[in-house]
């Protein structure tokens, strides 16, 4: 019987017949496995995020006016 983690109860591990895996997998309900934290690279920092440039002035009445 597999142990899995569900998106509902991310939480715990539960331990499901191979029917109910299948079932909870078809429906999209079960966690992916991440790759454990030693495999990740850690060589550089996460970029900035961009600036948003401002937004345009209204249309309507002109500065000249």
């Given at each position: 019987?597999p142990?899995?983690?569900?998106?509902?109860?991310?939480?715990?591990?539960?331990?499901?017949s191979?029917a109910?895996?299948?079932?909870?997998?078809?429906?999209?309900?079960?966690?992916?496995?991440?790759?454990?934290?030693?495999?990740?690279?850690?060589?550089?920092?996460?970029?900035?995020?961009?600036?948003?440039?401002?937004?345009?002035?209204?249309?309507?009445?002109?500065?000249?006016?």
């Open positions: 019987m142990k899995v983690r569900t998106t509902m109860q991310p939480h715990l591990d539960i331990e499901v191979d109910a895996y299948l079932d909870l997998k078809r429906q999209g309900l079960l966690l992916e496995e991440r790759p454990s934290r030693a495999s990740e690279p850690t060589t550089s920092p996460a970029a900035a995020p961009a600036k948003t440039p401002p937004a345009p002035a209204p249309a309507g009445k002109s500065s000249k006016e």
